[in-house]
């Protein structure tokens, strides 16, 4: 995994995903090198390269130019260029145009939540899978009821992480913020 | 319970003891209007305040001249000086010369902790409480096996809160660094 | 505080709510001994005690026989029946005859919290307080935009506690389950 | 990853460590499938198989004989049995004849962690890696002093994590124990 301060930032972008939380998405994600990922709301694209490490292709999208700017900075930085794809715009204009998804990552949605996961669902090919990463309550609550109108019972993960930090007189633990991942596979 | 944001603060001091961990402190303590407290490291003056507003009479130390500077302007700003004594100097030193103790707070020890626990064990009166606050790792299990030495069970609880901040999007929730409380009844 | 062990149990009725969840509560709810309190969904009868004990009158309301069963059994175990009325029914029927109320506390709202918010909101006293205690997700979401409606930003608070247990071996920590606290004052 | 019940249990045997720990514990560990990996305190055998997918060949090592039983049920039940070694014994012991080693996963020590781990660290090929995974508070402070004397600064994480039950109401946070995972690599 590559370590969170070895991610170029920026300020007015969120991100990266914390590595812990990176690695439980890949592990969520199931990922092998024959799939095609779509990573909505790309962010700082901590996740877009981890999985364009380990997938075949992967699209990166986001609505913040700014993203779109640092997510291709982190790639050239982490040289894994070859099989991204990045993306400025809507998610759910996007997704209309892709075909053939493996796997879609949602991290930020402009508030369209339901509607990316409703047609991001219906996209994604056979055992294909979708995964949200969410830092907001409500997006918990709209993805988990999302799924339950697709007739789905996602996973639901809440992970709080607290780093050591090793002094002197000791070990302080440092609290990362709680983020839920919400994964659920396509019923063929 | 006092506001986090309504106690003056010096970045060199550690604290205000956060709100809810005063309070499940306050809790854990059963503090009564004729408890005498010993506060061993008070710090900003966090605890020493709140138990001021409770207990008969606190005695508050600290080794760090700083803490005991904004410890007394806290009192100050809280109007509780009737009932405080705020001392400089070594927590073990201090309490050789206290008598007459229900409550002990220790939320720093310089390094101290295995004697101060078994010397204020010692001098708690009947049904008397000595309660830690541990942010170290190494603090927590020198408290325990202190405790197991005088042949104590004590009470052992690690607290992680998250603070949830509405922005307009939701709700984002804000991890505070976790801490363990460690408490003790005098078995007389 | 009351040790969670010092509760008599039903396992048809939730609660009861944790000595630590229910020290919290108290706090946020800075109970005085001139407050009358509502208590809608009493479950075991936990926080009931805990703010008989503290408050002038308490109202414990459930629409669950076996909880208001439990609930008289535990106020009589802890001798606090001379200030507490148990009311069998539904919450936002009762509340529709209660007035003066300073503490509203919600532990479960049989799927009207967004109703009882606003309606126990409304008949508070000057000052009175209102305290959600959520463990689903949904209740979060659905007490803070209720309050977003009313124009009002709650305070969030999500707890999650382990507790030590002492072996030979050393401490193992036990989690509890998270629980949020989501409280507001009432705005004059 | 293996969903947690598809490993077969004992209940005299702690484990299996839970998907989203292995999952953690996969990632610190950067395996690849040349590494060869030492699982000392392999208990229900969670670990040892998923690194038996990953890596070259692993060592399983148990002091308790039940431990040892169940391990090797759940290699046959995953069909990995081509790659590792169950060896029944104290681990100090067997790391004493073991050489060549790049990953070092200790889950129990009866006792001896500080010796495992100079002992295992010393032996660590060029670039190994040594995991500790700690349900103790005791573990890992002890873990961590011992790499303090080996002039090493670990990565010290503390993992807590609730899963979702989607009910009827809602969702339920069910809170999984924490674990503290403290991990470092050789220092050449």
Do not use: W
Request: with cysteine; net charge positive; glycine share 8%.
């Amino acid at each position: 995994m590559i370590k969170d301060e070895d991610f170029i930032k920026n300020p007015d972008v969120p991100g990266p995903t914390k590595e812990e939380i990176r690695c439980l998405v890949l592990c969520k994600s199931n990922v092998s090198n024959q799939d095609i990922v779509v990573d909505i709301g790309c962010g700082t694209g901590g996740l877009t390269i981890e999985f364009a490490k380990r997938a075949k292709y992967v699209y990166a999208i986001d609505i913040n130019h700014k993203a779109i700017e640092i997510t291709r900075q982190n790639i050239k930085k982490h040289c894994v260029n070859e099989n991204i794809k990045v993306l400025e715009g809507n998610g759910l204009d996007i997704l209309d145009k892709l075909t053939n998804i493996d796997l879609l990552i949602i991290g930020g949605s402009s508030g369209k939540l339901p509607l990316l996961i409703k047609k991001g669902y219906n996209k994604l090919n056979n055992n294909g899978r979708i995964i949200i990463t969410a830092i907001l309550l409500e997006t918990c609550v709209e993805a988990i009821s999302t799924f339950k109108e697709l007739s789905i019972i996602p996973d639901v993960v809440d992970i709080s992480i607290s780093k050591g930090k090793i002094i002197e007189r000791g070990t302080m633990m440092f609290a990362k913020n709680p983020i839920t991942i919400i994964s659920a596979k396509k019923q063929n």
